[in-house]
């Protein structure tokens, strides 16, 4: 496909993502939404926390934002179903309002998250440094790179809305080389496309991304890849900080500080280009080894 092509459907893949997020109310507090028609055989978990953070988000006031939000992954998802997402209006208080979902599919809870929404205040403010890094324009993409080693790029990452720019090496890099084994993970991201301008917007798309490379730390850090492993999210945690745009460039450095009995868990700061704090993340999963052999050419040409 060419690189013409693979941009126009791009631009429609931005527009499946956001068409995906808006959900179908079909009571009060109960929504539906759906999955993209092509994808993998369960349901991305970032797909699940975005949805079930609009569910919240359009039953709080207009006057407060999204803070932070406490999630665990059940079950996995079917994507041939529809998901509802049943909110619970816990509390609305003076400056603070509390919602929990629940997404179901076939009669069982799949994904349940807790959102708190602050009425803005002024107060104290502080914040970590963003780390030294290059700037995006000076890195490849993860696309590129894959081109660049393999001669071709999975479709899921080729046509995905999100652009990836690693700053350090990908995951099948250091496990060919221990030298590059590293327990940090900084990556340049954005939606690849203009997203419409309303705060919530910004946070679910961010709430999507947060889940594609956080687990890809632990497996950095063990020079493993993909192959031989069985991975999946268990919970997920965001606190937002600061107002930003998910469709501009964002430093995600990400970080693991331990592993062990098949879970893994990773954080990361979500930085904006001029160095605003506006997120962090805090996830364990499951990472499982299911072959010690580590590396399989899975996807280099097949030489016949």
């Known amino acids: 496909m060419s690189d013409r092509a693979d ?19 079909i009571e009060v507090n109960i929504f539906r939404g759906n999955s993209p028609q092509e994808g993998p055989q369960r349901v991305f978990g970032g797909l699940v926390a975005g949805q079930a953070l609009v569910a919240a988000g359009r039953t709080a006031p207009e006057d407060r934002y999204v803070h932070s939000l406490h999630a665990y992954f059940i079950r996995p998802g079917d994507p041939e179903v529809p998901i509802v997402y049943e909110v619970d209006r816990v509390r609305d208080g003076r400056s603070f309002t509390t919602r929990r979902v629940v997404a179901v599919q076939h009669g069982k809870p799949i994904f349940t998250l807790s959102a708190s929404f602050h009425k803005e205040e002024p107060g104290l403010d502080h914040q970590i440094p963003m780390p030294d890094v290059p700037p995006p324009e000076d890195l ?15 479709g899921f990452v080729r046509w995905h809305p999100i652009e990836l720019r690693p700053v350090g090496p990908l995951s099948y890099e250091a496990e060919r080389d221990p030298r590059l084994r590293t327990p940090v993970n900084p990556v340049w991201l954005k939606v690849d496309g203009k997203l419409p301008d309303d705060r919530l917007t910004q946070v679910c798309l961010m ?24 991975m999946a999210s268990l919970d997920h945690a ?6 930003f745009r998910a469709d501009e460039w964002l430093l995600y450095a990400q970080e693991t500080p331990s592993a062990q009995g098949a879970r893994g868990l990773a954080r990361g700061l979500v930085y904006t280009r001029d160095g605003q704090l506006v997120c ?4 364990e999963g499951l990472i499982r080894v299911v072959d010690a052999e580590g590396w399989s050419d899975a996807l280099r040409p097949d030489p016949s």
């Open 7 to 25: 941009e126009t459907r791009r631009d429609q893949s931005v527009a499946d993502l956001l068409a995906v997020l808006d959900l179908e109310r």
């Open 280 to 283: 962090s993340v805090v996830q």
């Open 140 to 154: 490849p993409s993860t696309r590129e790179r894959l081109r660049a080693e393999f001669g071709r790029v999975p």
């Open 207 to 230: 709430t999507y991304a947060s889940d594609l490379t956080l687990l890809d730390t632990v497996l950095l850090r063990h020079g493993r890849s993909f192959a031989g492993i069985s």
């Open 238 to 243: 965001m606190w937002f900080h600061r107002p």
